[in-house]
């Protein structure tokens, strides 16, 4: 059985900074508390992790993952990226961001993303400059082929193209990019004084990342992760992966199931498909403390931190941290519902 090593910040650090990295993001993001949400939910105080605030062409929580990743595609020698994602992705859209950011070309294959109006990060997009294939429904149920097709014609012309879905490093760079943010957070909560921390967020590779740094470093940080999407099993998506983020750290601990609770209850109908619960949270959140969260992560993951809040879910003696993890543009794709939402009085 392995001991676990306590690692200080800068001993965890020293394991970080064996991956060759670039500055892309504003860091640290901010950390403020939410007085008036707490004050209208009259639970446990409640906090907020600014992701959204890392910059690169309206911010999120990705940032922190191209600090590695355009290095390493960089150094293997690769000179395009292809990329397959949904219309309205955020990780599409800071992609595009990174690649121009070391100057590579982009290639975008969007699922689902024929006729749509060309708004929130589908606009983004085409400002960027990323090399746009909207795909139908029907060519979306081969995407992989198709942008399969589309690299082995880059390889024929003579390019080294980097299809990110054919690649492990992609998959747990996330993680890295947070055990670096659990490094930055540990700092500002002990500068905060909190105690009893319970963080909240999308469960994913984010959390995953803080969760790992917290048990490295010997904190006692409890989790709740907020599923978004039932196409994207967490098996697959996160905790096939726990042994591959302790290889590349070289960490005597990664993350396991238990380590987080998962609400799954908040999704919906589905991915991109907002709910009235969702709605209601943005409102509320912009309507308190001035955030604006988006209707596919954010919304839903303060959605749950409302509803459990509500239902006794975190204990009043907890400090609740809220991790804003971006996708602003996703706002606007929304509009026509947002604005016509009638809050419950």
Same mark, same amino acid.
């Given at each position: 059985m392995?001991?676990?090593?306590?690692?200080?910040?800068?001993?965890?650090?020293?394991?970080?900074?064996?991956?060759?990295?670039?500055?892309?993001?504003?860091?640290?993001?901010?950390?403020?508390?939410?007085?008036?949400?707490?004050?209208?939910?009259?639970g446990? @105080?409640?906090?907020?992790?600014?992701?959204?605030?890392?910059?690169?062409?309206?911010?999120?929580?990705k940032?922190?993952?191209?600090?590695?990743?355009?290095?390493?595609?960089?150094?293997?020698?690769y000179?395009?990226?292809?990329?397959?994602?949904?219309y309205?992705?955020?990780?599409?859209?800071?992609?595009?961001?990174?690649?121009?950011?070391?100057?590579?070309?982009?290639?975008?294959?969007?699922?689902?993303? *024929?006729?749509r109006?060309?708004?929130?990060?589908?606009?983004?997009n085409?400002?960027?400059g990323?090399e746009?294939?909207?795909?139908?429904e029907?060519?979306?149920?081969?995407a992989?082929?198709?942008?399969t097709?589309?690299k %082995?014609?880059?390889?024929?012309?003579?390019?080294k193209?980097?299809?990110?879905?054919?690649h492990?490093?992609?998959?747990?760079?996330?993680?890295?990019?947070?055990?670096?943010?659990?490094? %930055?957070?540990?700092?500002?909560?002990?500068?905060?004084?909190?105690?009893?921390?319970?963080?909240?967020?999308?469960?994913?590779r984010?959390?995953?990342?803080?969760?790992?740094?917290?048990?490295?470093?010997?904190?006692?940080?409890?989790?709740?992760?907020?599923?978004?999407?039932y196409?994207?099993?967490?098996?697959?998506?996160?905790?096939?992966?726990?042994?591959?983020?302790?290889?590349?750290?070289?960490?005597t601990?990664?993350?396991?199931?238990?380590?987080?609770?998962?609400?799954?209850?908040?999704?919906?109908?589905?991915?991109?498909?907002?709910t009235?619960e969702?709605?209601?949270?943005?409102?509320?959140a912009?309507?308190?403390? *001035?955030?604006?969260?988006?209707?596919?992560?954010?919304?839903?993951?303060?959605a749950?931190?409302?509803?459990?809040?509500?239902?006794?879910?975190?204990?009043?003696?907890?400090?609740?941290?809220?991790?804003?993890t971006?996708?602003?543009?996703?706002?606007?794709?929304?509009?026509?519902?947002?604005?016509?939402? @009638?809050?419950?009085?």
């Amino acid at each position: 059985m392995t001991t676990t090593q306590i690692l200080t910040p800068a001993q965890l650090q020293e394991h970080i900074d064996r991956l060759p990295r670039m500055d892309i993001a504003h860091l640290p993001t901010p950390f403020e508390e939410m007085p008036r949400l707490t004050e209208r939910l009259g639970g446990p @105080k409640i906090w907020i992790k600014r992701e959204d605030m890392t910059g690169l062409a309206f911010g999120g929580n990705k940032a922190r993952h191209y600090e590695f990743e355009m290095p390493h595609v960089q150094n293997e020698g690769y000179d395009v990226m292809i990329n397959i994602m949904d219309y309205h992705s955020n990780n599409a859209r800071m992609t595009a961001a990174a690649a121009n950011k070391i100057g590579m070309r982009y290639i975008l294959v969007l699922k689902n993303a *024929a006729n749509r109006n060309v708004q929130g990060n589908l606009l983004i997009n085409k400002i960027l400059g990323a090399e746009l294939h909207l795909l139908d429904e029907y060519q979306s149920g081969d995407a992989g082929g198709y942008a399969t097709r589309l690299k %082995e014609e880059l390889e024929a012309e003579g390019h080294k193209p980097y299809l990110i879905q054919d690649h492990l490093f992609p998959r747990i760079v996330g993680m890295v990019g947070f055990v670096q943010a659990g490094i %930055e957070m540990r700092e500002q909560i002990e500068d905060a004084n909190l105690k009893n921390v319970h963080i909240i967020g999308v469960a994913g590779r984010s959390l995953c990342g803080l969760i790992i740094a917290a048990k490295v470093m010997g904190l006692d940080w409890k989790f709740t992760g907020v599923t978004v999407n039932y196409d994207v099993p967490l098996e697959e998506y996160v905790f096939d992966h726990n042994k591959d983020i302790q290889e590349i750290l070289d960490l005597t601990v990664t993350f396991e199931k238990s380590d987080m609770r998962v609400l799954d209850q908040y999704i919906g109908e589905g991915y991109g498909v907002m709910t009235s619960e969702v709605a209601e949270a943005i409102h509320i959140a912009a309507q308190t403390d *001035a955030i604006i969260l988006d209707p596919n992560y954010t919304g839903t993951t303060m959605a749950a931190l409302i509803d459990q809040v509500e239902q006794g879910g975190f204990d009043n003696d907890e400090t609740v941290i809220f991790i804003h993890t971006g996708g602003l543009p996703a706002v606007f794709t929304f509009a026509e519902q947002l604005a016509n939402f @009638k809050q419950q009085s």
